[in-house]
């Protein structure tokens, strides 16, 4: 068999039946947890808690708890939703367009990058919903409907474009998700013995039975909404950069960003499948579906977006002389030799220089490598954001109006918090919900259906 459908040998190697594959990935959800999810859980958890300590002494005490100031009004509210809508990209990448393009190896990493999007998005709105200091009139102030005082949002402002864009985005990846859902739960459904899991697996899976009209349905709607996921992968994160694109301030106004902000988007998010499939791997015992091979290929696909990362950082540099603009210019060195200077080279390690080992076959190959790579990729491309925001922010065009940014230990609080907040929702969906997609692996066995 070819190499490239390696799930199919590794699962034929291990002589792995559809039994035993129902076994093994509905085992999480009918044995009580094992010691490994209540450690990764009991640290969620823990990261949850600083979260809502930040979130109640922000709500409670009001945005002056925060380091934000004049010129830095954005800090790291919105640093942190551009890493999360970031996070998000690659659920979608790996699901719709790998799907459209009928690549096998993604059935059984598929369904936890959907979740993975599911709970980053989640994650990225609670950061400009409370940085608007009052959230709950953030409805009354976003939604454009008809009011007593004839008050209509802005549909000029990007901001108003990331609420329609991300949302749009989030509804569909949940449909998305959820539809392809459907027939593991019912095989779930089936198994359940307690009479409350079955009925509420019985709900849930919408009175699947697998007969060929259940599959003909179910494949027409999966197809349609993978056709509709897949322009959301360019579109949101492009959305999400005219933020700044369309702004006047030195360093934002260029048209670099849309590509450089997807690109780094693709590149973040598969950082992060890669870090919540080597932990699923090694607490559920999964090495027989999220295979080396899978890991691999994933490991290119970080090594090559790098690349593409790498290439914009230094194009910025090449723009902003080229352009002529002294501010331009200045802004840039700025990033690189000024005050945040240690932010720019934290970016540009992690980003560029890490990610080459990935040329070296056995450092793909190594749990331990990419693990940490997948790690350091993060680290950076969240001091990537941070540089964008503040840099730019923090030095303008006038040096009276200039100002430092510090972050309190309520936006560190906030930051790492939001971490626990990520966890803690994908690790209840893989104690809840089946991890791997049954179906799908089952249909890429030789000679084998799911119908």
Partial sequence: ?????????????????????????????????????????????????????????????????????????????????????????????????????????????????????????????????????????????????????????????????????????????????????????????????????????????????????????????????????????????????????????????????????VAGAIFSGFAMVVTLLVIMREVFELKSYITMDHLEKMNKVIMATGMIVGYAYICEFFIAWYSGSPFEGYVFMNRAFGPYWWAYWIMFSCNVFIPQIFWIRKARRNIAVMFAVSLYVNIGMWFERYVIVTTSLHRDFLPSSWGMYFPTWYDWGWTFGSFGLFFALFLLFVRFLPVIAMAEVKSVMPGSSPH
């Avoid at 945005?63 to 509210?77: E, I, M, R």
């Avoid at 009209?213 to 897949?230: D, Q």
């Avoid at 959301?232 to 959305?239: A, C, D, G, K, N």
Wanted: net charge positive; proline share 5%; charged share 15%.
């Fill in 1 to 261: 068999m070819a190499h490239s459908e390696a799930p199919v040998d590794i699962l034929v190697r291990d002589g792995k039946t559809m039994a035993d594959i129902n076994d093994d990935v509905c085992r999480p959800l009918e044995n009580f947890p094992t010691k490994k999810w209540w450690v990764c859980f009991g640290a969620a958890l823990f990261a949850l808690t600083i979260w809502l300590w930040s979130v109640g002494n922000f709500v409670v005490r009001g945005q002056g708890v925060l380091g934000l100031n004049q010129p830095s009004g954005w800090g790291t509210d919105i640093t942190n939703f551009v890493f999360w809508v970031g996070i998000g990209h690659a659920g979608t990448l790996i699901s719709a367009i790998l799907f459209l393009f009928r690549q096998k190896w993604r059935t059984a990493i598929n369904r936890s990058a959907e979740a993975m999007t599911i709970f980053a998005v989640i994650t990225a709105l609670t950061f400009p919903l409370l940085h608007t200091g009052r959230p709950w009139y953030a409805a009354i102030w976003l939604l454009p409907y008809p009011n007593q005082r004839e008050l209509w949002v802005n549909f000029r402002s990007p901001l108003l474009w990331d609420v329609f864009a991300v949302s749009t985005y989030f509804t569909i990846s949940a449909v998305f998700w959820y539809v392809g859902l459907i027939p593991d739960l019912a095989t779930v459904r089936d198994r359940a013995k307690n009479k409350v899991r079955k009925l509420i697996y019985t709900i849930l899976s919408m009175g699947w039975r697998g007969s060929n009209k259940n599959w003909n349905h179910y494949e027409m709607a999966y197809m349609i909404l993978a056709g509709l996921s897949t322009p959301l992968v360019l579109s949101v994160h492009t959305i999400v950069s005219f933020d700044f694109a369309v702004g006047q301030l030195p360093g934002w106004h260029t048209t670099i960003f849309p590509p450089y902000f």
